[in-house]
T-cell receptor
Framework: DAKTTQPNSMESNEEEPVHLPCNHS???????IHWYRQLPSQGPEYVIH???SNVNNRMASLAIAEDRKSSTLILHRATLRDAAVYYC??????????????FGTGTRLQVTL | KAGVTQTPRYLIKTRGQQVTLSCSPI?????VSWYQQTPGQGLQFLFE???????NKGNFPGRFSGRQFSNSRSEMNVSTLELGDSALYLC?????????????????FGQGTRLTVV
């Protein structure tokens, strides 16, 4: 799987939007961009994924650059429960099943009152 | 429906012993993957099973092995334990086989088994 680069940590105030960036300059045409997060003492959980177009779901939005070399996960109103490590992962659907993921170091998000 | 269940949650073993960890995927899921998480190395992929066949393997020594049963439950085994094997071992399941083509985009993780080797 292609490599991703994320900032080690970010901070946000509660109730404010958070933009978590991810660089993936070696992304291939078939790679999907997935985001997972890991809350303290939990296994990772799926957040969102996309290929080319921006995506929204109940948890977050995913903005994908036109050249696909970067993407941004947007939490519209951060809460204390959003404090977690966020992982940006590239997945080629032709290599393995959805359970096989290659994790990078992720971004640790701190949310303060 | 029930999530991914891993047993036991905590385990303490002595160096040189072997250990078997169990993972019950979400009902209907046929793909199971295992991961090791340590503070130094982060989350690393161990292996992936689909329909009882190992499909992919990470870069771990042969002391780490796994299998999947016909009911999709999976076990992983670590023989001749070393201190460095102390970690959180996570299991993930998905419907499979190929994520976006079948609409099966999510992997669901269990809470993990915390293994301490002393």
């Amino acid at each position: 799987d292609a490599k991703t680069t994320q900032p080690n940590s970010m901070e946000s105030n509660e109730e404010e939007p958070v933009h978590l960036p991810c660089n993936h300059s070696t992304i291939s045409g078939t790679d999907y961009i997935h985001w997972y997060r890991q809350l303290p003492s939990q296994g990772p959980e799926y957040v969102i994924h996309g290929l080319t177009s921006n995506v929204n779901n109940r948890m977050a939005s995913l903005a994908i650059a036109e050249d696909r070399k970067s993407s941004t996960l947007i939490l519209h109103r951060a809460t204390l429960r959003d404090a977690a490590v966020y992982y940006c992962i590239l997945r080629d659907p032709n290599t393995g099943t959805a359970s096989k993921l290659t994790f990078g170091t992720g971004t640790r998000l701190q949310v303060t009152l | 429906k029930a999530g991914v269940t891993q047993t036991p949650r905590y385990l303490i073993k002595t160096r040189g012993q072997q250990v078997t960890l169990s993972c019950s995927p979400i009902s209907g899921h046929r793909s199971v993957s295992w991961y090791q998480q340590t503070p130094g190395q982060g989350l690393q992929f161990l292996f992936e099973y689909f329909s009882e066949t190992q499909r992919n393997k990470g870069n771990f020594p042969g002391r780490f092995s796994g299998r999947q049963f016909s009911n999709s439950r999976s076990e992983m085994n670590v023989s001749t334990l070393e201190l460095g094997d102390s970690a959180l071992y996570l299991c993930a399941s998905s419907l499979g086989p190929y994520a976006p083509l079948t609409g099966t985009t999510e992997a669901f993780f269990g809470q993990g088994t915390r293994l301490t080797v002393v």
